[in-house]
Every structure is written in C-alpha cells, then in structure tokens.
C-alpha cells in the first residue's frame, strides 16, 4: 500500500509535510498561467501604485465555465480587474473571486484541524492521528492520548481547495464556444514604485558639471514579469488608502549612455516611457539610466539665513549666527543640455580632487520642477565665511511698537571674493528706516540683502527696523 501512495505523492520540502495526492475540489477548473502571457505593460506611478495590463490566452468552456487565472501581484486590488476580449465572440465574467490565501505548513495544518492527519515512522508504516488544533503549535489526539508531536513525517492526502499556490483570481465566466481565446486584463496593485537620483559631477571650476539621472523602480508585489514595457508617471496622484512598500534586493539596467525614458504630458502629470522591454523580478530593485546631462553651465551662491527678531519686544545681547550655506542653481532649459520636465528625487554631488576621486559634496532634495524653471541646491555650509549677528540697539515707541538696530559681519577667509545672500526674518508690520547696503521684501517676513564681501576681508551689514501695531 506505502509503494502505491508512493507514486501519487507530493513532497513540500521546505515545510516537512508530505502531500500524498495532487488531486484538489476545484481541479475540473480551467486554468491560465503567466506562462500564456503574450504581452505586458507596467504603469508605475510615485506613490506604491502601478497599473498592469497584460494580454494572455486563456482556454474557455461553452456556456458558463469557471477559470482560475493565476499569476496576478499579491497586491492586486481586486475590485479593479477589467476583461476584454480580443476579437468577436461573447465573454462576460459573472462572478470573481480572489484566492490570496497561499499554501504554506500553518496554512495546510489550519486547515486540517478537526480531520485526520497521517504520519509516516522510519520503517514506512503510515499511522493517523486526529489534528485537535494550532494554537501556538499542533495538538494531537492520538490513541487515547493527547500530544504535540507525532512519530514520524506528517502526511496529507491532498492540498484544500481554499489555498493557492500563488495568488490567483477565480472567475465565472459566460462564454460562446469552447476554444482558445486572447485577452487583456488590467488592474491596479500596489507593491510598486519608483523614484529619480541625479548625480552631479562639478568641473575644477565648479560653473559647469555633468548631471545624470537614475530612476530606481522596487517590486515588492508578489509578481514577476518578463519582457514588459515600462511607463512612469511623475506626479502626484490621488488614492484613498497607501501600502508601505517593502524591502528588495537591486539590479543595475543601463542603457549604453543614450536616453532611456521619451516624455509626453499625461492630464496634469508627466509619462515616460522606457524604450525597450525590461524584466521585473518579485522583490527586486532595478535602476535604469534616465538621462545624461554632461556639460549643464552651474551658479554658486552662498546664503545666510537668520532667525530674525528671536525676542523682538526687548534687547537681546550679541550671538553667533548660523553658518553661511553653499547652494548650487541650475536652469533646466534646452540651452543648458536639459529643457525637460525633472521628476523630484535626492541630487548627490560630487567633484574630483587633486588625485582625480570623485569626493562627496553633500545632497539635497529636488521637487518636480518643470522645464525652463531652475533646480535649487543646498549642497552644505561653508568652512571659510563666518558671521556674527548682533543687536545694538532697542527702543520702544508704545505698548507694541519698537524700533530695533541690527548689525551682521561676514569674514571671508577665501583667496577670491563672493556675495553673501542675507534673509532677515521679521514678524509683524515692519518697515527698514535705514541699512548700510539695499534691500529687497522677499515676502511678509523676509528681508533680504546682497551683501559683498572681499576676499581675505570682512563687510558689516547694518539696519534699523521699526515694528508696529
């Protein structure tokens, strides 16, 4: 009897359970694998959301017939699946079902709780055991005693028709006739992503670099797809809930330094279109060439941003202020080897030293910025401009209202001189009755002053303000 089972069965390894026969409810179902893929397309937008559309071949019954259509992410959103027949004939879906409770040990063993179980011992004998439950572990009646553990391999006669191997959709469909027919699906699934990295490689100079694009796509959807063309969307796309993406490992994809991605307006969105088919593997992150930038002319510019009037209403004694940032501005136009919508990603720059490495600059965040606008970078703060803000003077003309004198000294220890930005927050109606250098109202809140400084030199901004009611 054991040589006979024998020949029927089916190992799970990995789960030390031996499945003795293949048989299932449900086995008189048609079925459509990936292996009946024609073709596929992947949408992926910013935000763990993708739009797959695939075109398969599936069998189909007269009448009505039901079809397990298997292959599809586990992060499908069910309610979204959408079927076309390709050609005439009629197929309509009457009922769906999404099977996602997948085969493993707990799930097979939960599954059993109330029936027999049988185990096989060394020398092949199969005895049974009745599964009492699986709180926390299996417990066994077995004989007139109750145990944790049985003697041997356990052994099940056959997979439950409630678990899948992977998750599929469950169909009942109306058909015309029985025969092969193609199809396209498409659906919405979380488990996808994607986003942009630049890199930017400045020159000796440091008033020209080379930028190139990266754009990064993770499947964590539970599906795998061979040879599908790949659009991104940029853009901020709304939807009631979000899924937290997962972990995946990374492949590299470059395309030989040419253009990967053509672009097109999509509604308020941007698409680009990966020219040629790629593979998407399940928990996998792949990085894709997007473009290649090598000569974008670049500005330097050093910012000081102050905290403004800390405590307005009195005076405040003389305080170090903040450091000078570096920022770096580049226009995305046509005239600088750019001119095309940037999707929003982390910029990582870069320059070479005297040994000719690529050293770390510093990095910073980019939104989406369309064409002709500029990229704005806050690379770090500089080593060699110091400053010093101080408050030297205070006076009160009423209950709310004060007049306040400031003064900001900016040391240059560099060998060639620069212009410092300065922005002075102010709160409430303010008005400069005078300062050293001209300023401009940057906002409601904001002063801002141009300020020179020398190479090897120093230059005090000074200003009174006046804040009322």
Known sequence: MYRRLQRGRRFLPALGIVVLGAARVGATDLESSAEKRKDVSLTIYNEDLSLIREQR??????????????????????????LQPLGSGKLEILEQNYEFDLISRDKLMEKYVGHDVGYRTGD?????????????????????????????????????????????????????????????????????????????????????????GWVTVDNTSGGTFQNAQLKLVAGDVRRVTQIMAKEARMEMATDGGRPAFTEEGLFEYHLYTLQRRTDLKENQQKQILFFDAPGVQIAKHYRLRSGGMVQPMRFVPPRESGRVEVGLEIQNTSKNGLGMPIPQGVVRVYKRDRDGAAQFLGEDRVEHTPKDEKLELTVGSAFDITSRRSQTDFKRLAESAYEAAFSIELSNHKDEAIDV?????????????????????????????????????????????????
Do not use: C
């Not at 071949?57 to 959408?82: E, K, M, N, Q």
């Open 124 to 212: 092949g004998t199969i005895g049974k055991a009745r599964l009492l439950a699986m709180n926390q572990g299996p417990v066994y009646q077995l004989g007139d005693k109750v145990v944790f553990d049985l003697p041997g391999t356990i052994v099940l006669d056959a997979v439950p028709q409630e678990l899948a191997a992977r998750p599929t959709l469950v169909w009942e469909l109306d058909g015309g006739k029985a025969g092969d027919r193609d199809v396209e699906v498409t659906y919405l699934s979380h488990g996808f992503s994607w986003h942009a990295d630049y890199v930017l490689l400045l020159d000796e100079s440091e008033k020209k670099g080379g930028l190139t």
């Open 57 to 82: 071949s599936i069998p189909t019954g007269s009448g009505v017939f039901r079809l397990r259509y298997a292959d599809v992410t586990s992060g499908i959103d069910p309610t979204t699946v959408h």
């Open 421 to 469: 930005a300065v922005e002075e927050g102010l709160s409430g109606d303010w008005n400069i009755l005078e300062s050293s250098l001209p300023y401009t109202k940057k906002d409601a809140s904001t002063a801002a002053f141009t300020v020179p400084v020398p190479a090897n030199g120093k230059t005090t901004l000074t200003y009174r303000v006046r804040v009322q009611p």
